[in-house]
């Protein structure tokens, strides 16, 4: 009987050896950088904004090929003209998003990757009022869906430390203003650090 659980216990060692748990590595991530968003249309009203800037920070899971994580983001771009009139104030973006990321085996240090992901946004417009007047300004948020769709590179600074850039397309749904129905656009180029823990 000994023998038999000697035996029992020697096969079970060798099966935990031979298929070892799934490795996972933790990491945190902070972006910078440009962004560009598109004209807002409201019921045939255009909106034209400068190009502003998008800070974006994580926490995630990496599983070797995949990675997941939570992304809290936000991008503030000031107004440009409204129907062809000048505009002070600007509009800022909040989002909360839930990402999935595919690193490609490019055979070298650099590792590519593409990512999607979705989740809420806060759209909120300040202190809008037509340029070199003094009427009242006009001030509006909104809470609605967002999604993104992007593509970028890695490159090991250290074992623990990639440099990040990216590029990412963000969107959200249709969603009702003083203004009518609209959404929010903006494409994005990023600079940031991946940290694994």
Not at 16 to 31: E, I, K, Q, R
Not at 88 to 97: E, F, N, P, Q, R
Request: aromatic content about 10%; charged content about 15%.
């Amino acid at each position: 009987m000994k023998k038999h659980l000697s035996l029992l216990a020697a096969i079970l060692a060798a099966g935990s050896f031979s298929t070892p748990a799934l490795a996972v590595d933790h990491y945190v991530s902070a972006n910078a950088g440009i962004s560009w968003m598109g004209d807002v249309d409201a019921a045939g009203d255009k909106a034209k904004l400068k190009a502003g800037y998008g800070l974006l920070g994580a926490v995630g899971c990496d599983y070797g090929s995949y990675r997941f994580e939570a992304e809290a983001g936000y991008a503030d771009n000031n107004l440009k003209s409204f129907n062809g009139i000048d505009l002070d104030g600007d509009v800022s973006v909040y989002s909360l998003m839930a990402n999935a990321y595919y690193d490609i085996d490019a055979g070298g240090s650099v590792t590519p990757y593409i990512g999607a992901g979705v989740g809420v946004a806060q759209v909120s417009g300040h202190n809008i009022v037509e340029s070199g007047t003094s009427g009242t300004p006009v001030n509006d948020n909104e809470m609605t869906l967002a999604y993104q769709i992007g593509a970028g590179v890695a490159i090991p600074l250290t074992s623990t430390v990639d440099l990040d850039a990216r590029y990412r397309y963000f969107a959200t749904t249709d969603f009702s203003t003083d203004f009518g129905n609209l959404n929010v656009d903006s494409h994005n180029l990023l600079l940031g650090l991946r940290v694994k823990f």
